[in-house]
């Protein structure tokens, strides 16, 4: 942590902030310049909260240096992690996952024939019980404990978690987020960009697709997007599933109904079986754009 | 325009908005219903404030029907409107254009070193003369004649306008600025997302991609794409600008520069020849999955 | 609903519109103009998806007519909501009142301690039971039917619900949070706002004291302000405190600690008990501006 | 300046980095860690690009420790900036002062009947030439050498200037701004917030009263607010100036116009001058709460 004092700051104020920093935990190196001061401090708990600082009299600023997440971090596995199905899938390796289905089972039938439709098209069909998904809590700051305990759980799951960016989260909220899963003990966690909350009205959200290229720098877990949900909007699903594969993603989730007409819900962002298998088709020539296939 | 009225409405308020929007020019249709009335006004100027009619009481909600903008919208020329500069360069046809320099000239020197690595990896050098490029105001309820004003004068330039979206302005404001343009009597506008601003702070601005298929379903106006000012940092240009083709694009602006870290400005945001010419065969992979080539 | 169709909508568009409107149970009034057709539904179920329609060919805008809530709007109790305590404490009535306690029971001691400090500045202390707080999910469209569960569980719940707007959620979203707990069949919501997410980054999010007057424009019930979580900063909470009461709020919830910077949670926007007894002066002149009283 | 090397970062990175901050005219400190590098760097230019550093292979984090405006900060000049009219008024001193007046003027005779309607409540009428009302450009690094002219020549104006905040600017935007005009030597410049543009639509804009507090913290200038522009509707003006006046406002700029209705422009955010006359009422109430008075 670097405090950069006022320069209007008294020596009193200067020891003051020193005293506390001590007594926070922190070892402090004291560097007075012509014309501020500025205290480094080294050592200590992560979850310490910078605005105590920035508090003190005197104090003009104060950034955090180290990173608030460790094992989410880049460097933690700077090879990448791939995430490991049953069923032989990957994601996070070489290839690119399309994983397509309805959004709600609404019958057997429909399960049926939407999976048809998919399987033709070359896709995965995703299954309700394959993932753990969840939406990564907007600010932990604002949740707290509460937030804590609800990660710690899923750090005891035994499946993959699909971890998506809440609509007001930042990137590095969403990596707090993992962080917490990460520490409980499960390293299979699917990272998600689903839209976020702007001013912008015409659509529900907006996509934020250079959230994927920014994940891949700052961090080693597979970054996927869900273009149906990010857009709200039939019209604009396949436009962004071709930017997010051409941005880099490591796998979509794509909503597909046999008749989104008739839809229990969400059905004005699903795509006719016909969309799909032509999207499919698109896909499959971006991808060496950016050295993959599509699996 | 639709007037709902509170479902506690008296007679008095409902006789009074009439009243009201037969002096503004509206011809009225009321329709009595179980719950509330509905007044339909049909008829009124373009440039009508909607806040007028919201305020009268007894009102609970106004919506406009008719698009504010006619000139800008698809259905005015439903096939599309291509720009067509003087050496044969055209925007807005099957092609995709890639147009790339410097952002501001340091030198002869450098404009020719860079103009050389530029047609070498086959893009377009950008001249400063060929445009005039133009920031949408990002509100235009809020410049009212001062913007009006500014627009109308662009309509009388002889040369293709590039609109660029303001980093606060919604795709309807940038389709009024179009619309301003428009009526001035220049029809060779060409539209351009270069990010907005969100709550994000890793980037700079957050780059909308579905502004470039949301603009062609409303407009006829080609829709181009600047990656550099739209997210500002050197690594993330290469992938949102993959994006961008792969949504729709039908330009590009980019940034090259031959010595990044020497440059008077933006240099972080310029890409090294050597990054362009990689992204540029990438982009010719990735263009015909649009059913277009790279000019 | 009015439906507005594009002006080179086909007479098979219109008709196919029309039949998907009456299928949704729906009675349709056509108004065939000189440029455009507009269809007006009547009658159809509240959760109605507008996307639905929108989608359709040759359809222009769709405006929702009806308020998506009924029992949160004004006119349901046009005299306003009182929400009654067991101690006879009232909020929504003719009296401000102040509640305040530290974030979190730290101790039996530093309970009574603040308890003291806080009877002692005029204003009352917060108990955790007394009442149910719930931040109100930021967009019910995303949540779907799990946000529906668990607001309608709330509705079960007997005692008062303090409902607090998410830092995503419009207001209307926060109407319609309140809107679910009402029809489970509890009356006694207060309403709270502290802070939305905005691209200013000075604060932890930004407060938007325009919400006090604008709910209770729109609705009945009990509208309060959290200056604590607001602005997260100590050294603001006086400011917005004043400005929340100015704005008409009905209630004020406070964060005070005797030892603010030893508090194990939030102690950054912890009032100090002196600031606090400050600021109660200040709200006692503040109050009959509006023409009421600290309780 | 503070460069927080990746914890993986080379030897080769690291000095790669101390000779460009060399270079850049930089004298760098350098700290070496258990975990990781950490550079310190003194001396620079105040415009200086921090994404160059950024970008460099091996950094982690660059943290700007001098605060990149001198002269519009608080410990520049401690006491407070006083803003000083020719006709005695003063903005910024002991007394609060309400300027009022229509927005645009249409007449000699509406302007007459404003006058003397806003005199008899006890305000200043806003004459257009008292200032040189300006909006400070939403963002600094977008505009480069454009906005840095634009504002220097401000610098040379010898009147007072109003500095608006942009609908997208952060409040450090805002005071850059300032500081431009400062450093062409004007001094008498009176900042303004005037609504930042958010999700939230029920208003044009959401006006942020925390603006007031935090300006008054970072900077020796005065600021006021413009709650008829911040809301843009009449029936939420009267809360929000009572609001700004509560959070310590030095000044508010309110529309009044005898028939609002009538107004050519924003007659939807005019008062009726009998609501101008009871804001006044309430305003007076309110000052002494933070120890002032209505001019």
Avoid at 22 to 35: A, I, K, L, N, W
Avoid at 155 to 181: D, F, Q
Wanted: net charge neutral.
């Amino acid at each position: 942590m670097i405090v950069a004092m006022q320069e209007s700051a008294s020596e009193d104020q200067i020891q003051h902030v020193i005293d506390q920093l001590v007594q926070m935990g922190f070892e402090v190196h004291r560097s007075t310049g012509v014309r501020q001061t500025v205290l480094g401090g080294v050592g200590a708990q992560p979850d310490f909260d910078v605005r105590e600082v920035e508090m003190l009299p005197g104090v003009q600023q104060v950034h955090r240096i180290t990173s608030p997440y460790k094992l989410a971090g880049r460097s933690f596995r700077p090879e990448g992690t791939v995430v490991k199905f049953g069923n032989g899938l990957e994601i996070g390796g070489k290839n690119i996952v399309v994983m397509a289905g309805p959004c709600s089972v609404e019958s057997r039938e429909q399960l049926f024939t939407v999976s048809e439709l998919i399987a033709k098209a070359g896709a995965r069909v995703l299954r309700g019980g394959a993932f753990k998904p969840r939406s990564s809590p907007y600010s932990f700051q604002g949740l707290g404990l509460e937030g804590l305990k609800l990660l710690r759980e899923l750090g005891k799951v035994r499946k993959p978690i699909l971890l998506k960016r809440g609509i007001a989260a930042t990137l590095e909220e969403l990596l707090l987020s993992a962080e917490y899963v990460l520490s409980g003990g499960n390293y299979d966690i699917i990272l998600c960009e689903r839209g976020i909350r702007t001013f912008e009205t015409y659509t529900r959200n907006t996509m934020d697709i250079s959230a994927i290229p920014i994940i891949h720098k700052l961090s080693h877990l597979p970054m996927t997007a869900d273009p149906s949900h990010g857009t709200g909007r039939r019209d604009k699903v396949a436009p962004m599933a071709r930017a997010s594969v051409a941005a880099g993603a490591d796998a979509l989730l794509i909503e597909v109904h046999h008749q989104p007409d008739k839809a229990l819900s969400d059905g004005a962002q699903s795509l006719y079986p016909e969309q799909f298998a032509k999207l499919m088709d698109e896909l499959r020539m971006i991808a060496p754009a950016v050295g993959r296939e599509i699996a």
